[in-house]
T-cell receptor, first 114, second 113 residues
Framework: GAGVSQSPSNKVTEKGKDVELRCDPI?????LYWYRQSLGQGLEFLIY????????KSGLPSDRFSAERTGGSVSTLTIQRTQQEDSAVYLC????????????FGQGTRLTVV | KQEVTQIPAALSVPEGENLVLNCSFT??????LQWFRQDPGKGLTSLLL?????REQTSGRLNASLDKSSGRSTLYIAASQPGDSATYLC????????????FGKGTKLSVKP
């Protein structure tokens, strides 16, 4: 079966533009996570969706960041008015039901803000 | 605060050597601990998942252990190969309303032919 799919794999954008990153989780997985990995840094938690519960947005770094998950499946992470410090690899993961189930990651979207 | 630490940050070994990667966590109220591998420019590949009720898990040449009381996990790699070269990340899963994984910064492993 297909794994977690993220698109685009690479995105170069100009400072100040908005970008949308997409994540297609494994079919049937109710839990979905977004993480950010900056150059030389560890993984930074951004947001967590679990079923129909309100998402945990505690990791979003500013109000320029938002995420949606439509129909309990596909998720979109939106970054408005991008800044150079937003350059990073954005990773999405899904899990059958969240903890204690195993999390499976996509290949990531490499975002470069110039 | 829940923190996960991995030591060393980098490790270089000759091919064929057995090695141990270390992971420590500050909060023992852990649901599970997951070990991942990350190749340069790639996403994370799940290697092993140890539930809080388990002490170890094995997959091929990999063996992961979990000691909640001491806040430690180890990943043992037997008979290392150049193809094992990658960054190895451990993540503690604390569940709850957040459900997020707390990651260490990883150990970059280089296996020399």
């Amino acid at each position: 079966g297909a794994g977690v799919s993220q698109s685009p794999s690479n995105k170069v954008t100009e400072k100040g533009k908005d970008v949308e990153l997409r994540c297609d989780p494994i079919s049937g997985h109710t839990a979905l996570y977004w993480y950010r990995q900056s150059l030389g840094q560890g993984l930074e938690f951004l947001i967590y969706f679990q079923g129909n519960s309100a998402p945990d947005k505690s990791g979003l770094p500013s109000d320029r960041f938002s995420a949606e998950r439509t129909g309990g499946s596909v998720s979109t992470l939106t970054i408005q008015r991008t800044q150079q410090e937003d350059s990073a690899v954005y990773l999405c993961a899904s899990s059958p039901r969240g903890p204690p189930d195993e999390a499976f990651f996509g290949q990531g979207t490499r975002l470069t803000v110039v | 605060k829940q923190e996960v630490t991995q030591i060393p940050a980098a490790l270089s070994v000759p091919e064929g050597e057995n090695l141990v990667l270390n992971c420590s966590f500050t909060d023992s109220a852990i649901y599970n601990l997951q070990w991942f591998r990350q190749d340069p420019g790639k996403g994370l590949t799940s290697l092993l998942l140890i539930q809080s009720s388990q002490r170890e898990q094995t997959s091929g040449r990999l063996n992961a252990s979990l000691d909640k009381s001491s806040g430690r996990s180890t990943l043992y790699i037997a008979a290392s190969q150049p193809g094992d070269s990658a960054t190895y990340l451990c993540a503690g899963n604390y569940g709850g309303s957040q459900g997020n994984l707390i990651f260490g910064k990883g150990t970059k492993l280089s296996v020399k032919p």
